[in-house]
């Protein structure tokens, strides 16, 4: 199961909003609504952002959202802030019964 | 509070075998599917497998980098996951992180733990 593709790095300024994608394949990402997004902040634990394509857990900021359209899914952010700065994982279910996830995407708040 | 606590990294030669551990409190453990994800020095995130709980008949399931040599299971009386890795490769270095699937056929993985360092090396 190859990794799904995601953007080496995005950038954007305070305020602004950016789109994050993630594409996979007909077998994972197009096969089901089983796609997460994660945030990784240097040496922490990844934190869950937005689950089953576009559900955000409670704590989770409105300016975080997540869609699909086919084999991609994206996640935006809205109304950057310096705080938002980290690396960003999608995570899809597979017909193989397995989880694949992205290679991550740095975020750079300019 | 919901909390995931791994254990067990360490230093271990090519070849060797390591057990890790997932001791999960503040939820109900036996109900749940547990993860096990792990991330390369300055690399990704790697899904490594997940355990399914006793209504699921334990069923466990790997990614194909650690198939044969990587093996989940759980004690639910001790709510903790395991991780035992064999045959153990240089590229098996890694920060181990478990996680939960809060709520069966999503993909709400939420908490991870802290991590735990494997270092694979002679």
């Known amino acids: 199961q190859s990794a799904l593709t995601q953007p080496a790095s995005v950038s954007g300024s305070p305020g602004q909003s950016i789109t994050i994608s993630c594409t996979g394949t007909s077998s994972d990402v197009g096969a089901y609504n089983y796609v997460s997004w994660y945030q990784q902040h240097p040496g922490k634990a990844p934190k869950l952002m937005i689950y089953?394509?576009?559900n955000r857990p409670s704590g989770v900021s409105d300016r975080f959202s997540g869609s699909k359209s086919g084999n991609t899914a994206s996640l935006t952010i809205s109304g950057l802030q310096a705080e938002d700065e980290a690396d960003y994982y999608c995570i899809s279910y597979t017909t193989s019964s397995t989880w694949v996830f992205g290679g991550g995407t740095m975020l750079t708040v300019l | 509070e919901v909390q995931l606590v791994e254990s067990g990294g360490g230093l271990v030669q090519p070849g060797g075998s390591l057990k890790l551990s997932c001791a999960a409190s503040?939820?109900?453990?036996?109900?749940?599917?547990m993860y096990w994800v792990r991330q390369a020095p300055g690399k990704g995130l790697e899904w490594v497998g997940r355990?399914?709980?006793?209504?699921?008949?334990?069923?466990?399931a790997c990614a194909a980098s650690v198939k044969g040599r990587f093996i989940i299971s759980r004690d639910d009386s001790k709510n903790t996951a395991y991780l035992q890795m064999n045959s153990l490769k240089t590229e098996d270095t890694a920060v181990y992180y478990c996680?939960?699937?809060?709520?069966?056929?999503?993909?709400?993985?939420?908490?991870w733990g802290q991590g735990t360092l494997v270092t694979v090396s002679s």
């Open positions: 089953d394509v576009s």
């Open positions: 355990i399914r709980s006793k209504a699921k008949s334990y069923a466990t």
């Open positions: 503040g939820f109900t453990f036996s109900g749940s599917t």
């Open positions: 996680t939960r699937q809060v709520v069966v056929g999503t993909s709400w993985l939420d908490p």
